[in-house]
T-cell receptor, first 116, second 114 residues
Framework: GAVVSQHPSRVICKSGTSVKIECRSL??????MFWYRQFPKQSLMLMAT?????????EQGVEKDKFLINHASLTLSTLTVTSAHPEDSSFYIC????????????FGPGTRLTVL | GDSVTQMEGPVTLSEEAFLTINCTYT??????LFWYVQYPGEGLQLLLK?????DKGSNKGFEATYRKETTSFHLEKGSVQVSDSAVYFC?????????????FGKGTKLTVNP
């Protein structure tokens, strides 16, 4: 099946710094990628939809200036958590649908962010 | 808004036991329904899906039937194995802004003991 990778898998940073997380589709092109956040024992919550060549679409309540998304190519989307604070600590997951079947998404393994 | 409710875990079973994980949904229109599985240390993987009422999705011995009258998509397996230990997520998809978006339940952790 299709493969989506994320980097890094785990990151620890100091409060006030920015962290960039990469999401790559390894064997297919994705004009759209999704970014989710998962709290312990909670569901995945969609944060934003990343669109190649245009601005990301953010879900209600998600700060676009804090969570910067760039979809630079058909295989790469990045999420930058700016001026991170401890409450931003979470598990961030990306997904991408293959072009031919948009209702089936392929998920990355996730990135564990810990802000001290 | 659209939502998915699945049974609280964790669920612990012995090998070869019967598994049911309940999932109900609230949605406008006719969403597609999914079960995703997350094995330890890995990303979510699609387990099965159904796109219309009365469809049955199946994979790896797991089954779920899209029941519109009860708005349910319960996951079942007749005989679980230790390798089925994972977290299972029920989800629905909706089209918004021209793209398909997934709405997830909270997940149910399954542990199968030998």
């Amino acid at each position: 099946g299709a493969v989506v990778s994320q980097h890094p898998s785990r990151v620890i940073c100091k409060s006030g710094t920015s962290v960039k997380i990469e999401c790559r589709s390894l064997d297919f092109q994705a004009t759209t990628m999704f970014w989710y956040r998962q709290f312990p024992k909670q569901s995945l919550m969609l944060m934003a939809t990343s669109n190649e060549g245009s601005k990301a679409t953010y879900e209600q309540g998600v700060e676009k200036d804090k969570f910067l998304i760039n979809h630079a190519s058909l295989t790469l989307s990045t999420l930058t958590v700016t001026s991170a604070h401890p409450e931003d600590s979470s598990f961030y997951i990306c997904s991408a649908p293959q072009l031919a079947s948009t209702d089936t998404q392929y998920f990355g393994p996730g990135t564990r962010l810990t802000v001290l | 808004g659209d939502s998915v409710t699945q049974m609280e875990g964790p669920v612990t079973l012995s090998e070869e036991a019967f598994l049911t994980i309940n999932c109900t949904y609230t949605a406008t229109g006719y969403p597609s329904l999914f079960w995703y599985v997350q094995y330890p240390g890995e990303g979510l993987q699609l387990l099965l899906k159904a796109t219309k009422a009365d469809d049955k999705g199946s994979n790896k011995g797991f089954e779920a039937t899209y029941r519109k009258e009860t708005t349910s998509f319960h996951l079942e397996k007749g005989s679980v194995q230790v390798s089925d230990s994972a977290v299972y997520f029920c989800a629905l998809s909706k089209t918004q802004g021209g793209s398909e978006k997934l709405v997830f339940g909270k997940g149910t952790k399954l542990t199968v003991n030998p």
